[in-house]
């Protein structure tokens, strides 16, 4: 069973209804012990890393996701997911997860971007991983963000995206990815990820 993690960061039906129409099931669930049992683990999110700590540190969420990362439980992280993992956000300057070093950088550092980065948009795949299989070279995305993750260690960037400049759209390390575009509402390339990830075994 695959466990969505609800931490009040909305967008959990699109992924559920994703899910449904590759044919796999899952559970929406706030319970550490639920998502700590789950065969893999989806940490979608829109919003503030403000606020969405605060409230994945109430509900003990926080130890949860960082042990099923000790113990290479895939997870895939979608949007806020993809920067709460980060060390620290430039968002209030907000301490997150730290599951991978690094830290959310905010687009306004760069002048002349239009913010959010809002719309389709393509990736630059850096390395190989198996969430890409069977993905076409000119695939585009669907973003919607002011903000994204910025890894310490190249290694960790998994795929980039240009916008005025090119920031890691994919990050990732052993048994976590994490996509900063919205893979749930990116139409057929965006299902073929989600398909790549529901099958993926980093072991």
């Avoid at 760069?110 to 913010?115: A, C, Q, S, Y």
Wanted: hydrophobic share 40%; glycine share 10%.
């Amino acid at each position: 069973m695959i466990a969505i993690v609800d931490y009040n960061a909305g967008n959990l039906t699109s992924v559920g209804r994703a899910l449904e129409h590759i044919g796999y099931s899952y559970i929406i669930t706030s319970n550490p012990q639920k998502i700590m049992d789950a065969s893999k683990i989806i940490f979608p999110g829109v919003g503030a890393a403000g606020t969405a700590m605060k409230n994945i540190k109430s509900l003990g969420l926080d130890k949860a996701l960082i042990s099923a990362f000790e113990i290479k439980k895939p997870i895939l992280g979608i949007c806020l997911g993809s920067q709460i993992i980060m060390s620290e956000s430039k968002e209030n300057n907000q301490k997150c997860l730290g599951i991978m070093e690094g830290y959310t950088k905010s687009f306004s550092e760069n002048t002349g971007l239009k913010i959010p980065h809002m719309g389709w948009n393509g990736i630059n795949i850096e390395q190989k991983h198996p969430i890409f299989a069977g993905l076409k070279k000119d695939e585009e995305f669907y973003f919607v963000h002011g903000f994204y993750p910025l890894p310490k260690n190249r290694k960790h960037i998994f795929a980039t995206t240009d916008y005025g400049i090119k920031f890691p759209s994919v990050v990732g390390d052993g048994s976590l990815i994490a996509t900063q575009f919205h893979i749930e509402k990116s139409g057929k390339a965006g299902l073929e990820m989600l398909l790549n990830f529901c099958k993926w075994n980093p072991s």
